[in-house]
């Protein structure tokens, strides 16, 4: 069959994702029997616009800023319920506070017998009982994959490969922006000096409090509490610390007595309790996890059936996540046949 995508979103994600398609295309219908083509695409900045006959990738990244000359009159809700898609993809700007407007597009998806991709981290995060509760009554896939370690399949590596085992603890490095500022600080730059480059590189935006205050990672501790440990973690119970108080001192103390820096995201079992923590470690350099450098992200698996897997890639990244959507979709494709 051949996909009906609606893309509610056209930033760097949106772009990322129809990139590959404009570059793929052939290769993707070849090896693995996948088509799909572009039907819809709403954007708050951009506008929006409904193509039933399908929107030509290549056209759609000559011109980002401008989808079309004649706008649809419609907002986000509307192109989702009217549209004749059948996989929406959501990637709009994240709220960790209410979760929207992301998750009520995710939920007019539902309604309307759409399945689902995000890259969102506000649904997951703060109502994904709710939605994979809707998604199942309506026999529709909710895929997430580029909601935590962008491209790099964590997600299912953990539901699918490590499928069977029991997780005691999950840990890791979840933001590029903080590693990469952590690890120009173990090369001897001062913390804004670090912050700066790191702005200047793209990887932090021109306010950072979401990544070096912690925010960012507490998100995808959130979703990962949520989707590996049943945790339904708020934001209040987990305990959250950024970057911003470890001055060079630190790291050079650190570096003597054989140890690292790096901002974890970490949950664990305690008995019937998921507890779940943001906050920077120094290493020791036995850990795979001190020698993550830059914007790279790794995470961690305690389980029971393997003892600790570690899984390391890319964190962030236009193609990167735009992967993500991929790799979701081509899992759907598969499931349905």
Not at 112 to 125: I, Q
Not at 155 to 182: D, K, P, V
Not at 194 to 201: G, I, P, T
């Amino acid at each position: 069959m051949k996909h009906r995508l609606a893309l509610i979103g056209f930033g760097n994600v949106g772009q990322g994702f129809t990139a590959i398609l404009a570059e793929k295309k052939e290769f993707l219908a070849r090896k693995y029997g996948f088509e799909c083509e572009i039907v819809a695409i709403s954007d708050m900045a951009k506008g929006s616009v409904v193509a039933p006959k399908g929107l030509d990738p290549h056209i759609l990244l000559s011109r980002p800023g401008d989808l079309l000359s004649t706008k649809e009159s419609k907002d986000a809700l509307g192109i989702i319920r009217e549209c004749d898609a059948t996989v929406v993809v959501e990637a709009t700007y994240t709220d960790l506070k209410t979760g929207e407007p992301a998750t009520s597009h995710v939920k007019a998806a539902f309604e309307t017998g759409k399945h689902v991709v995000t890259t969102n981290k506000g649904p997951l995060a703060l109502h994904y009982a709710e939605l994979l509760s809707m998604a199942a009554k309506k026999k529709l896939y909710f895929k997430f994959e580029g909601t935590v370690m962008s491209g790099t399949p964590l997600i299912s590596f953990g539901m699918q490969n490590l499928a069977g085992c029991n997780f005691s603890e999950i840990r890791g490095i979840f933001n590029g922006t903080t590693n990469y500022i952590l690890t120009q600080m173990g090369d001897g730059a001062s913390y804004g000096d670090a912050l700066k480059k790191a702005q200047e590189l793209g990887y932090a935006e021109a306010d950072p409090t979401g990544d070096v205050e912690g925010f960012d990672t507490m998100g995808k501790v959130m979703i990962l509490a949520n989707v590996f440990m049943d945790g339904k973690l708020k934001k209040e119970d987990i305990a959250r610390t950024g970057i911003t108080a470890i001055a060079v001192d630190d790291i050079k103390r650190a570096a003597a007595d054989g140890k690292r820096w790096k901002l974890i995201g970490r949950l664990r079992r305690d008995g019937d309790r998921v507890i779940g923590s943001v906050t920077p470690e120094a290493l020791p350099l036995s850990n795979p996890l001190s020698s993550v450098y830059g914007a790279t992200n790794a995470a961690q698996f305690m389980t029971d059936l393997l003892g600790e897997i570690t899984i390391v890639g890319a964190g962030a990244g236009r193609k990167e996540t735009g992967f993500a959507i991929l790799s979701d979709l081509l899992d759907i494709h598969r499931m349905i046949g």
